[in-house]
């Protein structure tokens, strides 16, 4: 079975880069491939002497489709209901880009009880111990944060207090001398316009 596969990747490394028409002509084409269209395209009609375009010909062995170098077949992992997919050492996990950091650790550590090799991370361990790392700084950076919040926050009542208990100083005939200059300072801005 292994002698069958090694040939069958053979045949697929065989397979000729497709590159789209005229792109060796103009700087700002790239190597990629696009389907030619085009009345006088000679890679359309599929003329000798031009480019090879793609066809079913080309078409990777169904045993091997999908599979990697290795012989593993990868299979995307977004939750740990998808580890349950995995059932033979032939197939792997991918771990989702779109996963939190947190999840994705959950994910890790129960694929190493299921002895699940895990294709997009090398190093699984200093993985683990990184994102560790990591989320213990945002933790003091928080409480950091939430302890001068409080500090702010006890200066500001502090200084209400303050405030009101000047104004409770205050007495009657102070008060009725402040409303007076605010009454002033309105009649004269009225008689102004």
């Known amino acids: 079975m292994e002698k069958h596969l090694a040939e069958l990747f053979k045949i697929r490394k065989k397979k000729p880069k497709f590159s789209m028409q005229d792109f060796h002509k103009k700087k700002r084409l790239k190597t990629r491939w696009r389907k030619p269209r085009g009345n006088d395209s000679k ?12 066809s079913t010909g080309y078409k990777t062995p169904g045993i091997i489709f999908g599979l990697n170098k290795d012989g593993i077949r990868g299979i995307l992992v977004q939750s740990m209901k998808d580890l349950d997919k995995i059932k033979n050492r032939l197939e792997a996990a991918i771990i989702s880009g779109k996963i939190g950091m ?4 959950e994910i890790i550590k129960e694929a190493k009880k299921r002895s699940i090799k895990i294709l997009n991370i090398k190093d699984t361990d200093s993985y683990i111990k990184n994102v560790e790392d990591i989320m213990k700084n945002k933790k003091e950076l928080k409480k950091k944060k939430e302890s001068a919040k409080e500090k702010k926050g006890v200066a500001k009542k502090e200084d209400l207090a303050e405030k009101i208990h000047k104004e409770e100083k205050k ?3 102070e008060k009725k001398e402040e409303s007076k200059k605010e009454m002033d300072k309105l009649l004269t801005k009225k008689d102004a316009m």
């Not at 009609?45 to 375009?53: A, D, E, S, T, W």
């Open 171 to 173: 007495t009657d005939k």
């Open 43 to 54: 890679i359309k009609f599929k003329l000798r002497g031009y480019r090879k375009g793609i």
């Open 102 to 105: 947190k999840k994705k650790v």
